[in-house]
């Protein structure tokens, strides 16, 4: 097989264009996006699924199929899930970054020194 470095270039292109335009790409108009989740100043208040609810479009032999409440499940467990709601309307900056710290974990792992789990936690203790 011979090195064709027009096919390269143009497969190197293909990919760029597509990770270019993966980030750019917006939701279907009427989908959920964050801005279903709202913070009340106390919590996280989840999305409202009867007004996510979208009608199917497809049948089953005539008969329509129930109503879909797209991303309903997924805004309501991550409202359960964020440990500081007041994250949502203003995020505390992230600090700097500790290299030496990764480096040291990094060489932990390749060394097979990782450090064990405390096993005096109830999660894993066996009965």
Do not use: W
């Not at 479009?57 to 467990?77: E, H, K, M, W």
């Amino acid at each position: 097989m011979r090195f064709n470095p027009r096919s390269l270039s143009l497969a190197a292109l293909a990919v760029a264009t597509c990770t270019l335009l993966g980030g750019c790409l917006q939701p279907p108009l009427g989908m959920p996006d964050e801005r279903t989740l709202s913070y009340d100043g106390r919590s996280v208040v989840p999305p409202d699924c009867a007004a996510l609810r979208r009608p199917s479009l497809l049948s089953d032999a005539g008969i329509p199929r129930q109503s879909v409440s797209f991303g309903c499940a997924t805004y309501t467990n991550l409202a359960a899930q964020i440990a500081r709601p007041a994250d949502i309307v203003e995020p505390v900056p992230m600090g700097p970054a500790n290299g030496a710290v990764a480096a040291n974990a990094v060489l932990r792992y390749q060394t097979d020194a990782v450090t064990p789990l405390d096993t005096s936690t109830s999660r894993n203790q066996t009965k």
